[in-house]
């Protein structure tokens, strides 16, 4: 390190010694009139470039000074590493070398970055091909590449910067790296602590020494940033229960001689802990004293809790944001009786003035169009400013299934007092996604299917599908297309165009298929925020192409109806959803009812299927959510309900733990049938992944699943039903949501088919 810098103390020496003697050599011309100015020495750069930064023209009477600022100038251009001023009789000459040029910037030997974000971060700062070479700017930019390596814990990391000059005055760049072993932390303190045991403490922290799935989290990594995040937590688990007055002293963080090893010691201070003795409201309340009285969550007799109090303060602040008063002040003074450990919150309140909403902006939305975000804003420019407006449209955006991040700023307007901006800020995530499905049988070894997904086709908010079955038994092609605004007031459109193929579930085989085809549109009308109505209608043919191993109930429709039929079923639909989110909700309601009628064809019949999921936080790690789904069909003008419009249950999806689409009736050849009627309940407990701290988008969960098929003549009695218990795995993967599960049956039949562990990419129970 000492070499590096007393070669860079010489090295700016020496152009400080070369502009001394420029100058030097500038100033031992005799004054002259200059009647013509020449420049030598230029190859890349213009010599506009070159006469439009001197300070002297042609006609100007050279001195001293003028030729001094010349040269400053030119050196200031940052082009030359050599500027030198001559006479030839009255002709002013510029002799200039030019600075080499970057030909290339490479890297070896960094692994811990991806070699193109490194090349665009040089871009951003100026290293990069054509631009002149900058010694000064590579030294900050290998500066740069060792501060980054700090930042994820390699701070043994060395960058060694390796310039070579080719042909034309260039030069390539390579920035060699040595990123050595991370270091680890090996110890965790906590110094302090009475009421609470150390390892409580400590395993609140998402850094810690590591375990079997450190691989994968990197919890055993330093980040000072990720240590800020885990004293606010530590701070937060004693403010929530009692300790007022807690506070964190000191945060020492020592590294080992040899750069691998880091300890962390924190020192706390407790303090009592207090009871709220009493709340009591001072300030404007707007005549609704009442109003405010019912929002408050902070509980006389109880200990102190700091959620409470910010969850009062923050709902103060929204029930004012409902009335138009943007920039309410909300305080909750604490009033502290250390004697007797008690405190008193006096809530003072001033909703200071009205504002409406002058400009709603959106940023960070590089694919998405602005139009796709702003039309599910329910806030609207040059109105008065509404919380609950604002609320319900960020959280519109959210459920687009678009972004990872969606949030509003609220900006004042400079000079303008009663008004504000309103930014929303975005943060695009891939919305086009791959979905795999396998699964192991005894009766088909292995199934595959999969899917294309983009559900905001170039940026327009519109979603395009095709999925694909290649599973022995049950072949698939679908294509979808959904415009959520196919008109400016919100009602969606959906295009289906499918082709199905079925056979027996068999292991000896069978050559007899199902064929359906069809086509359907669907539109969708939203009634209210979160409920929206379905119809639509379609044209269906299914052909029944007789071989080995058919079933007998198949023969007998086929042989009565013929084996051909045609339907133009209407369907009509409904749907609520307040969940959280799309992807990986922890709270919230959905609800779906689609109905199919068909009113004229070859088949007549009618078709319900009901869906309902519920998610339940019991805290800030652990959910649990519910979901129940019930089918019902029914043949009308005096014919069957058609064999090939069934419902199926079993596997993923339904009951978990046996073979895909096989429980209920069969055939005499023992082939699944389905059937009309359908019942599937399913309950899971939710939890963050063991080391994977509370990281969302890794999560176990435990299930129970029971559900079953009825043929039409059945009773629907829940001793028929099947049963499974089992755990499972979910991971927001970069292709999309996958869940794994390994089922147990529990309540099982003779001649059930089971299929214990099944996993599939995009789907939810």
Same mark, same amino acid.
């Given at each position: 390190?000492?070499?590096?810098?007393?070669?860079?103390?010489?090295?700016?020496?020496?152009?400080?010694? *070369?502009?001394?003697?420029?100058?030097?050599?500038?100033?031992?011309?005799?004054?002259?009139?200059?009647?013509?100015?020449?420049?030598?020495?230029?190859?890349?750069?213009?010599?506009?470039?070159?006469?439009?930064?001197?300070?002297?023209?042609? &006609?100007?009477?050279?001195?001293?000074?003028?030729?001094?600022? %010349?040269?400053?100038?030119?050196?200031?251009?940052?082009?030359?590493?050599?500027?030198?001023?001559?006479?030839?009789?009255?002709?002013?000459?510029?002799?200039?070398?030019?600075?080499?040029?970057?030909?290339?910037?490479?890297? %070896?030997? %960094?692994?811990?970055?991806?070699?193109?974000?490194?090349?665009?971060?040089?871009?951003?700062?100026?290293?990069?091909?054509?631009?002149?070479?900058?010694?000064?700017?590579?030294?900050?930019?290998?500066?740069?590449?060792?501060?980054?390596?700090?930042?994820?814990?390699?701070?043994?990391?060395?960058?060694?910067?390796?310039?070579?000059?080719?042909?034309?005055?260039?030069?390539?760049?390579?920035?060699?790296?040595?990123?050595?072993?991370?270091?680890?932390?090996?110890?965790?303190?906590?110094?302090?602590?009475?009421?609470?045991?150390?390892?409580?403490?400590?395993?609140?922290?998402?850094?810690?020494?590591?375990?079997?799935?450190?691989?994968?989290?990197?919890?055993?990594?330093?980040?000072?940033?990720?240590?800020?995040?885990?004293?606010?937590?530590?701070?937060?688990?004693?403010?929530?229960?009692?300790?007022?007055?807690?506070?964190?002293?000191?945060?020492?963080?020592?590294?080992?001689?040899?750069?691998?090893?880091?300890?962390?010691?924190?020192?706390?201070?407790?303090?009592?802990?207090?009871?709220?003795?009493?709340?009591?409201?001072?300030?404007?309340?707007?005549?609704?004293?009442?109003?405010?009285?019912?929002?408050?969550?902070?509980?006389?007799?109880?200990?102190?809790?700091?959620?409470?109090?910010?969850?009062?303060?923050?709902?103060?602040?929204?029930?004012?944001?409902?009335?138009?008063?943007?920039? %309410?002040?909300?305080? *909750?003074?604490?009033?502290?009786?250390?004697?007797?450990?008690?405190?008193?919150?006096?809530?003072?309140?001033?909703?200071?003035?009205?504002?409406?909403?002058?400009?709603?902006?959106?940023?960070?939305?590089?694919?998405?169009?602005?139009?796709?975000?702003?039309?599910?804003?329910?806030?609207?420019?040059?109105?008065?400013?509404?919380?609950?407006?604002?609320?319900?449209?960020?959280?519109?955006?959210?459920?687009?299934?678009?972004?990872?991040?969606?949030?509003?700023?609220?900006?004042?307007?400079?000079?303008? $007092?009663?008004?504000?901006?309103?930014?929303?800020?975005?943060?695009?995530?891939?919305?086009?996604?791959?979905?795999?499905?396998?699964?192991?049988?005894?009766?088909?070894?292995?199934?595959?299917?999969?899917?294309?997904?983009?559900?905001?086709?170039?940026?327009?908010?519109?979603?395009?599908?095709?999925?694909?079955?290649?599973?022995?038994?049950?072949?698939?092609?679908?294509?979808?297309?959904?415009?959520?605004?196919?008109?400016?007031?919100?009602?969606?459109?959906?295009?289906?165009?499918?082709?199905?193929?079925?056979?027996?579930?068999?292991?000896? &085989?069978?050559?007899?298929?199902?064929?359906?085809?069809?086509?359907?549109?669907?539109?969708?009308?939203?009634?209210?925020?979160?409920?929206?109505?379905?119809?639509?209608?379609?044209?269906?043919?299914?052909?029944?192409?007789?071989?080995?191993?058919?079933?007998?109930?198949?023969?007998?429709?086929?042989?009565?109806?013929?084996?051909?039929?045609?339907?133009?079923?209407?369907?009509?639909?409904?749907?609520?959803?307040?969940?959280?989110?799309?992807?990986?909700?922890?709270?919230?309601?959905?609800?779906?009812?689609?109905?199919?009628?068909?009113?004229?064809?070859?088949?007549?019949?009618?078709?319900?299927?009901?869906?309902?999921?519920?998610?339940?936080?019991?805290?800030?790690?652990?959910?649990?959510?519910?979901?129940?789904?019930?089918?019902? &069909?029914?043949?009308?003008?005096?014919?069957?309900?058609?064999?090939?419009?069934?419902?199926?249950?079993?596997?993923?999806?339904?009951?978990?733990?046996?073979?895909?689409?096989?429980?209920?009736?069969?055939?005499?050849?023992?082939?699944?049938?389905?059937?009309?009627?359908?019942?599937?309940?399913?309950?899971?407990?939710?939890?963050?992944? $063991?080391?994977?701290?509370?990281?969302?988008?890794?999560?176990?969960?435990?299930?129970?699943?029971?559900?079953?098929?009825?043929?039409?003549?059945?009773?629907?009695?829940?001793?028929?039903?099947?049963?499974?218990?089992?755990?499972?795995?979910?991971?927001?993967?970069?292709? &999309?949501?996958?869940?794994?599960?390994?089922?147990?049956?529990?309540?099982?039949?003779?001649?059930?088919?089971?299929?214990?562990?099944?996993?599939?990419?995009?789907?939810?129970?």
């Amino acid at each position: 390190m000492k070499k590096h810098i007393n070669r860079l103390g010489v090295r700016t020496a020496s152009a400080v010694a *070369a502009m001394i003697f420029a100058a030097n050599a500038a100033w031992a011309l005799e004054p002259f009139k200059v009647q013509d100015i020449r420049v030598e020495g230029l190859q890349r750069v213009e010599p506009g470039t070159v006469f439009a930064s001197m300070p002297l023209r042609v &006609g100007d009477d050279y001195n001293d000074e003028k030729g001094a600022a %010349a040269i400053r100038a030119l050196f200031g251009l940052g082009l030359f590493k050599d500027v030198r001023l001559e006479a030839s009789g009255n002709v002013l000459v510029v002799v200039v070398e030019e600075r080499p040029t970057v030909a290339d910037v490479d890297f %070896a030997g %960094a692994r811990e970055f991806d070699k193109d974000a490194l090349k665009k971060a040089m871009r951003e700062v100026g290293l990069t091909e054509g631009r002149p070479y900058d010694k000064a700017l590579t030294d900050r930019a290998e500066q740069e590449l060792k501060r980054q390596y700090i930042n994820k814990s390699l701070y043994g990391a060395e960058v060694v910067t390796t310039v070579t000059p080719i042909e034309r005055n260039r030069v390539n760049l390579t920035f060699t790296v040595t990123e050595g072993e991370p270091a680890r932390i090996k110890e965790v303190r906590i110094v302090g602590n009475k009421a609470f045991n150390e390892s409580t403490l400590k395993g609140l922290f998402d850094q810690d020494t590591g375990g079997w799935l450190s691989w994968y989290t990197k919890s055993d990594r330093y980040s000072r940033t990720k240590l800020n995040a885990d004293l606010e937590t530590l701070r937060s688990y004693y403010l929530q229960r009692g300790y007022l007055e807690f506070r964190v002293d000191s945060t020492q963080v020592a590294i080992s001689p040899d750069k691998q090893d880091i300890s962390i010691t924190v020192n706390v201070t407790e303090g009592e802990r207090y009871v709220v003795s009493g709340v009591k409201l001072e300030g404007n309340y707007l005549d609704r004293d009442d109003e405010f009285k019912s929002l408050v969550t902070i509980r006389p007799g109880e200990p102190y809790n700091a959620d409470q109090v910010t969850e009062t303060t923050k709902a103060f602040s929204e029930y004012f944001a409902r009335f138009g008063f943007a920039f %309410a002040r909300v305080e *909750a003074v604490p009033e502290i009786d250390r004697e007797n450990n008690r405190v008193n919150f006096v809530l003072q309140a001033e909703p200071a003035r009205r504002a409406y909403v002058r400009r709603i902006n959106v940023s960070g939305n590089n694919r998405t169009r602005d139009e796709v975000i702003r039309r599910e804003f329910r806030q609207y420019e040059a109105s008065w400013y509404d919380g609950d407006k604002i609320r319900l449209s960020r959280d519109r955006v959210d459920r687009l299934g678009f972004f990872t991040e969606v949030n509003v700023e609220t900006q004042e307007v400079p000079g303008s $007092p009663d008004q504000v901006d309103l930014v929303i800020n975005v943060a695009e995530k891939p919305t086009g996604s791959l979905q795999l499905g396998v699964g192991f049988s005894s009766a088909e070894k292995a199934s595959l299917s999969f899917g294309i997904k983009q559900e905001n086709i170039f940026g327009s908010g519109n979603y395009l599908g095709i999925d694909v079955n290649t599973s022995k038994y049950r072949r698939t092609l679908v294509f979808s297309t959904t415009n959520p605004y196919f008109t400016p007031e919100g009602i969606s459109r959906t295009l289906d165009v499918y082709y199905r193929t079925d056979k027996p579930y068999e292991d000896q &085989g069978g050559n007899y298929q199902l064929v359906t085809t069809g086509t359907s549109v669907r539109f969708g009308v939203p009634f209210s925020e979160t409920d929206t109505v379905f119809f639509g209608g379609g044209l269906e043919q299914t052909r029944i192409k007789p071989g080995t191993n058919i079933p007998a109930t198949y023969l007998f429709y086929a042989d009565k109806f013929g084996y051909s039929s045609t339907s133009i079923p209407l369907t009509v639909g409904w749907s609520r959803d307040d969940r959280d989110s799309a992807l990986a909700p922890n709270s919230g309601r959905y609800q779906r009812l689609n109905s199919e009628w068909s009113v004229a064809g070859d088949a007549r019949y009618v078709r319900a299927n009901y869906q309902y999921q519920q998610y339940i936080p019991l805290n800030k790690r652990f959910t649990i959510a519910f979901n129940g789904e019930a089918g019902y &069909g029914k043949g009308l003008n005096g014919r069957p309900f058609p064999v090939f419009k069934n419902f199926y249950s079993g596997g993923l999806g339904s009951v978990r733990g046996f073979d895909q689409g096989t429980l209920g009736p069969r055939d005499v050849t023992g082939a699944s049938l389905g059937g009309p009627k359908k019942i599937t309940l399913n309950t899971e407990l939710i939890a963050p992944f $063991p080391g994977a701290g509370n990281d969302r988008t890794l999560r176990i969960f435990t299930f129970l699943d029971v559900g079953n098929v009825y043929g039409e003549n059945d009773k629907v009695t829940f001793s028929d039903m099947r049963a499974s218990v089992g755990l499972g795995l979910s991971w927001i993967s970069p292709l &999309g949501p996958l869940r794994l599960a390994f089922a147990q049956p529990v309540r099982k039949f003779a001649g059930d088919r089971i299929q214990k562990l099944q996993f599939q990419i995009g789907t939810s129970f």
